[in-house]
């Protein structure tokens, strides 16, 4: 069963960092394209990194948010977002999402997403 577990979430103060993973099972991440994506509350879902293509490479549309970096670690079947200078407006649900079609990622159309987890920007 191909699966993604997405963890790292949690509270934040303005300003602060964090780091959401995402593990997949049943299917090897680095043959699928991937992406982080973000619904706030009362909005609909975004997408919020850039698209990294199984090749490694990455396709980056000029909306993605420059405080958001997202990478891969193939040994561990994961891939991570890497959130700085976080505000209040950066709360939501965070989705990853996998399609073996990154076109798909950019459409908000990926076949396969996570659970989601939860991120808090408040003072």
């Known amino acids: 069963q191909l699966q993604l577990v997405e963890s790292g979430g949690g509270f934040v103060r303005p300003g602060g960092s964090l780091r959401l993973s995402c593990k997949a099972s049943g299917f090897a991440l680095n043959t699928y394209a991937a992406g982080w994506f973000r619904q706030a509350p009362g909005k609909e879902r975004e997408g919020v990194s850039c698209?990294?293509?199984?090749?490694?490479?990455?396709y980056c549309p000029d909306s993605m948010p420059g405080r958001f970096t997202i990478s891969r670690d193939d040994a561990e079947n994961t891939i991570y977002l890497q959130m700085s200078s976080l505000q209040p407006e950066d709360t939501g649900v965070y989705y990853c999402?996998?399609?073996?079609?990154?076109?798909?990622?950019?459409?908000?159309?990926?076949?396969?997403w996570g659970q989601g987890t939860q991120v808090t920007v408040s003072s």
């Open positions: 698209v990294l293509e199984s090749s490694g490479t990455s």
């Open positions: 999402a996998a399609d073996s079609k990154p076109f798909r990622l950019l459409r908000d159309e990926a076949e396969y």
